[in-house]
Structures are given as structure tokens and as C-alpha cells.
């Protein structure tokens, strides 16, 4: 049974009409001009709305890069969800080269200031914490460990925890 029954009247044998498949068309401009502007005034250009800006406000540790091919690389830690991969939709970017590195999601650091705790999210295979495999599981971070994604090795850093946060006082 077609899904448009009904549309048409009974005993009607017209096809529904065939419609162009809508396409989203993404544009690298930073202003964008309206569709129509009203008769008799000029179009005016309107800034485009701003790319997401995946760093952090405020830092609340930081992953170094000890071994691979960025090496000496100091990378920001933000509160909540830290994702990890080579690509530009993650908010810690590990594109020096090493393609074992996942794309999208090679593993997240996590913080919140509630539990002033951070942890280690594995998601792809390849990931060691301190020698450990860490695949498909939670670890706590307290600060000193090795990471090994891919061919990479990061320290961990932490600024926040039971000591200090951003959100005390406020």
C-alpha cells in the first residue's frame, strides 16, 4: 500500500507529483546576502553565524604530547565532555600525522566541577593508560599518566580537581 493514500481522489490513476530532493548548500563566505529584499531598498549583507568554537573558556588541565609526531604540543582541557580524535569536529584535535588516531571519537577526557574528578573515556581500540589497555572502559585520571593513542604518547596534566576550580566562589 503506497504511504500517499488518500492524497488522490479514489479511482484516480495520476502518480504524485515528483518533487526535487531538497540539498543544503554549505557556504565558506563569512557574510551572507538575504534571499530578497524589500522593493526599493538596497540588500544589505549579513554576517554569517560564526563557526563553533571548540575551545574551552576556561582550562582546566591540559594533555602534552611527549612521544609522536607532535611532539611538544600542549593541548587544552575544558570542563565536561573532552572528545578526542584527529578530525576538525573535536575539541582535542590530535592531527600531527599519526592516522591510527580516529577521525571522530578516539576517546574522551571528562570533567565536571561537581565531582572534580577527571576520567578517561576509551571508545577506539589502541588506547593505554600507563602501559594498561584501556579499551572500553572508565579510568580516573589523577594526574601524571602516560596515554598512548595510535602512535602517540600524551602526559595529563591536571589544573582542577579537590584543591582548586573555576566555579568555587562563584
Not at 526599493?40 to 611527549?66: F, K, M, N, Y
Request: charge should be positive; aromatic fraction near 8%.
Amino acid at each position: 500500500m503506497p504511504l500517499y493514500r488518500g492524497f488522490f481522489k479514489k479511482g484516480s490513476s495520476a502518480a504524485p507529483p515528483v518533487e526535487p530532493p531538497t540539498r543544503r548548500v554549505a557556504h565558506s563566505e563569512t557574510m551572507v546576502k538575504p534571499r530578497s529584499a524589500p522593493a526599493g531598498e538596497p540588500a544589505v549583507a549579513v554576517p554569517a553565524s560564526p563557526a563553533r568554537d571548540l575551545t574551552p573558556a576556561q582550562v582546566v588541565g591540559w594533555l602534552v604530547v611527549v612521544e609522536g609526531l607532535g611532539r611538544g604540543q600542549v593541548l587544552p582541557l575544558g570542563y565536561g565532555v573532552n572528545d578526542i580524535g584527529r578530525g576538525a569536529d573535536t575539541r582535542v584535535r590530535l592531527d600531527f600525522g599519526d592516522a591510527t588516531i580516529d577521525l571522530h571519537s578516539q576517546a574522551a577526557i571528562i570533567y565536571t566541577a561537581r565531582s572534580r574528578r577527571f576520567y578517561l573515556q576509551s571508545i577506539a581500540p589502541g588506547n593505554w593508560v600507563d602501559g594498561c589497555p584501556a579499551v572500553d572502559k572508565s579510568v580516573e585520571l589523577t594526574g601524571g599518566e602516560t596515554l598512548r593513542m595510535g602512535q602517540t604518547r600524551l602526559r595529563f596534566v591536571p589544573l582542577c580537581g579537590p584543591g582548586f576550580d573555576w566555579c568555587e566562589g562563584a
